[in-house]
């Protein structure tokens, strides 16, 4: 097999990353979980960042949970989480819990409209922590603490919005007892871990300009880094902040904010390329051996309408790698120059050392909402492999030297209509690297529509303005387990059209080196597959599985965890 | 998958179809934005990112003082003009209050970039940021557009794609479900249904009510169960079978063999291979059967 291909690198990872991530619990004081793993161990007992751990591989080597013995899956507990400003003391017929903590700089929470409604029921769609026994869960406006043993919410913190579009909060970081967390009224929330009371909140990216972050802050040392969204013509940053003090430290745009920026040929005049986009709204990999924090960018603005724009538009559609320390970009690659579809590719790279051509490399992997899968050297951003894993690429006119897809301006949004994927081939939810199987596993979204260009106006459109959607039908999603090495589906297995947003996204990925991988299928059940070939090994039928699931060890047990909307879902074997 | 198991083409019931058109149609109608009436009124009930309100007069005076002083560099809308910026897009003018961050820059002048000094008072600028505030952007903005402007296509091409290559008239006739159809739904409507079959949400998922997915069903022992889909996957089937009870049967791989007819198949199997052309030509013709 494929094992002895891979060093142990992941381990080294993980464990420096721990470091990082509680390093400064002795600084601040605090009684922290620094012996929650010992320096060069898997932190199997915890999972303490967006990903489990820096590299974004979603990978656990919990064994205890395998093929043989997952049909004996139970489960332990549910939570069912309640939101608002008084979720607590429902009444003497609903079972008991704590009262709500209220922040927010809003005299009362305001209800925005849309798909993403502020008020849209609770939905946890992001990562969930867990350290010490305790899981932190949240969804826009709402964090909890959650004893990770009986599924007991131990406290609730409730922000008053500002408004922002609501889509999903991706989860919290945390240092020593300080967690963090961004709310789509661009708030850097710190939370005291224990207690849920309010620390401060700091001002990350401006509500007026239309910025809404839902990002998960991740902790690199004594850096919280934080994105942004943003679907007006803003310019695209990511920044540094201090845990304790709530100080910005660095910002790196990731457009050109002025003259004499190598990237501004890109661009026709400085006005675009501010007005340029690439935000910075999904939570990227860290490998602590270079330093080098390694995210993607969003699309260009305005999104569909490229009049203005003309160029590739650096460093939107782009995997960055920055120097955590300085906020200095290393190196960038762009996934898909000249974005027009607003395809973003933002998705959450994998970093794995593994062998490339017969030589054991520093990679990086990434599939992006253009429908293709790109491997990189992480330390020099070299190009080593493009593929395309979307059934379909009439969009693409050919892959460049460098492997960009460039685009057929045909099917840019046309006054008679362009046929294309108007919501991507692959969103946020994570994909996982599985090191055992060399298998990089993805969900694929297939849908089709017209896009229409309706912009009269000559000077162009804003935003994601000028266009006109219609005839939207869906073939469903496909979980596709990729070669890493070539590019190649190994194995894929279809699902149906899902509902709703949670069938619009699909839902995000884990692998173990029990050899399974969980995820959901269209939606209802949530599967342990087999991770060699798609074999549906288990599943419970939850509807709506909302968010990706992670696992860990409490008291000799392995856990897997999921959410779906307003529930969380513990499972371990039964016994 | 088994979901997308059905084969070749089954007949489409006209009525069913066109009583999907009109749902789709009021569907779409739905999710039309207004477009929002501005004038700096308190944010409408549901914006994403609303501003204080502000005074209807000084928006008023505003909207006189801009045009007077800015539209011919800025345009009439603020959307930019003859070397002047965008300014709803603007940073400055986006996280200005009350004038004060305009003021600023109207005071100074940017003669480095052709704008001269402007001798305006604060109120002027209050009552300039309240006019260019109060016009919408971002979702509240979108125009509204005619559904007739689509049709670019040939249509002589689209009645020779509808009769030969697009075998459209295996199941659609122009004397039956598409009688007069060009004159009961706007261009637009009609070319998006061709695409998705009238039979999907706005995100895409089959709507409740398109035309029933036929199932057949044949049990290890030889039972064979027949009736309506309702849904299906790895594990479970859904059904209305022929005596109208709903039942759900377990699945474990091949079994039960399950056998589906989608009468919208035909549609889906074209996704991936549509040329925007030939549907455009199929509009083009279909609009023109009044």
Redesign the interface.
């Known amino acids: 097999m494929m094992f002895g291909a891979f060093r142990p690198a992941r381990c080294a990872v993980l464990a420096v990353g721990l470091l990082g991530v509680f390093a400064g619990t002795t600084a601040a004081g605090t009684a922290g979980p620094a012996a929650a793993a010992p320096p060069g161990a898997p932190a199997t007992d915890s999972w303490p960042t967006y990903s489990g751990d820096y590299s974004g591989q979603r990978f656990s080597p919990l064994i205890q949970i395998n093929r043989a013995n997952v049909k004996n899956l139970t489960l332990a507990w549910t939570a069912r989480l309640a939101g608002g400003a008084d979720s607590g003391g429902g009444g003497p017929f609903a079972p008991p819990s704590p009262p709500t903590i209220v922040g927010g700089e809003a005299a009362e929470a305001v209800v925005t409209g849309g798909v993403f409604s502020s008020a849209a029921p609770i939905s946890v769609r992001g990562a969930i922590l867990q350290v010490n026994g305790v899981l932190y869960v949240s969804a826009p406006d709402n964090a909890w603490a959650v004893d990770a043993r009986t599924g007991t919410v131990i406290w609730h913190y409730y922000w008053k919005t500002k408004g922002g579009t609501h889509t999903a909060n991706k989860g919290m970081g945390l240092y020593g007892d300080w967690l963090f967390m961004e709310t789509a009224d661009d708030y850097l929330v710190s939370l005291d871990a224990r207690t849920g009371e309010e620390r401060w909140h700091k001002e990350t990216a401006s509500f007026s300009e239309q910025f809404f972050s839902e990002a998960a802050p991740i902790v690199i040392g004594r850096h919280v880094l934080v994105g942004a969204g943003n679907d007006s013509d803003a310019a695209g940053a990511l920044r540094s902040f201090d845990p304790e003090t709530g100080d910005l430290q660095w910002t790196l745009h990731t457009v050109p904010m002025k003259e004499g920026d190598p990237a501004l040929g890109s661009w026709p005049s400085l006005d675009a390329a501010r007005h340029g986009g690439g935000n910075v709204w999904v939570t990227g990999s860290y490998d602590p051996e270079t330093h080098l924090y390694i995210f993607g960018t969003g699309n260009p603005t305005p999104a569909y309408v490229p009049r203005g724009r003309d160029g590739d538009n650096l460093y939107t559609c782009t995997l960055v790698a920055v120097d955590v320390e300085t906020g200095k970009m290393a190196w960038h690659y762009q996934t898909s120059p000249h974005d027009t579809h607003d395809w973003d590719s933002a998705q959450t790279p994998v970093i794995v050392d593994a062998d490339f051509d017969g030589k054991p490399r520093k990679l990086v992997l990434q599939a992006t909402r253009n429908g293709h899968f790109f491997v990189l050297d992480r330390v020099t951003g070299e190009h080593l492999l493009t593929s395309r894993f979307a059934k379909w690429g009439k969009w693409v006119k050919e892959l460049n030297q460098s492997g960009q897809p460039i685009r057929d301006p045909a099917k840019d949004a046309s006054v008679g209509g362009s046929l294309v994927s108007l919501d991507g081939w692959t969103n946020w939810p994570p994909p996982s690297f599985n090191p055992q199987t060399g298998l990089f596993y993805l969900r694929d979204l297939e849908s089709y529509g017209l896009l229409y260009y309706t912009e009269k106006d000559p000077r162009g459109a804003m935003g994601l303005g000028g266009v006109a959607r219609g005839g939207q039908v869906s073939l469903g999603s496909i979980v596709e387990a990729i070669d890493y090495r070539t590019g190649k589906v190994v194995w894929e297995r279809s699902f149906g059209p899902g509902q709703g947003l949670v069938g619009m996204l699909g839902t995000g990925m884990l692998s173990t080196a029990g050899g399974l991988l969980f995820t959901a299928d269209s939606g209802d059940n949530f599967v342990a597959f087999d991770a060699r070939n798609g074999t549906p090994l288990w599943h419970s039928r939850l509807h709506g599985v909302s968010n990706a699931a992670e696992t860990y060890t409490l008291d000799d047990r392995q856990y897997v965890i999921v959410a779906a909307g307003d529930t969380v879902y513990a499972f371990y074997l039964y016994e | ?1 088994s ?2 198991g059905g084969t070749g083409v089954a007949a489409l019931a006209t009525v069913s179809v066109l009583a999907l058109l009109r749902v789709l149609s009021v569907e ?1 109608a739905e999710h039309v934005q207004p477009a929002t009436a501005g004038g700096g009124q308190a944010s409408t ?7 204080p309100p502000s005074d209807p007069a000084a928006v008023a005076r505003g909207k006189q003082v801009f045009s007077v002083n800015c539209s011919f560099c800025h ?1 009439s809308d603020a ?2 003009g003859e070397g002047g ?2 300014l ?2 603007s ?1 400055i003018v ?2 200005d209050r009350n004038g004060e961050a305009i003021y600023a820059v109207m005071l100074a002048g940017r003669v480095d970039k052709g704008m001269p000094k402007f001798n305006l008072t604060l109120d002027n600028a209050a009552d300039i940021a309240a006019y260019v505030h109060s016009i919408p ?3 509240g ?3 509204a ?1 005619d559904p007739k ?5 040939d249509a002589t091409a689209g009645r020779a794609y509808f009769y030969g290559k697009g075998h459209c008239s295996q199941c659609h006739s122009l004397q039956g479900d598409f009688a007069h159809i060009g004159s009961r739904f706007d261009p ?2 009609l ?7 009238a ?2 949400t ?5 709507l409740p009510t398109a035309p029933p997915r036929t199932v057949t069903i044949t049990l290890p022992s030889g039972e064979v169960i027949q009736g309506n889909l309702i849904s ?5 089937l859904s059904l209305t079978d022929a005596a109208g009870n709903r039942r759900t049967l377990p699945r474990e791989g091949d079994r039960p063999r399950v056998e589906i007819k989608n009468p919208m198949q035909a ?2 199997d074209m ?2 291979n ?1 040329e ?1 052309r030939d ?2 030509n199929l ?1 083009a013709f279909l609009v023109k059967q009044q």
């Open positions: 998958m979901w997308r779409a009930a549901g914006e994403d990112f609303p501003r345009g959307r930019g910026p965008n709803l897009r940073p986006l996280n952007i971002g979702r903005a979108r125009e557009f402007s689509i049709v670019v296509g637009k409507t070319q998006d249904n061709i695409v998705s079959g039979a999907a706005m995100l895409g998922a089959p299906i996957d790895d594990f479970n549609h889906l996704l991936r549509w925007d549907i455009h509009t």
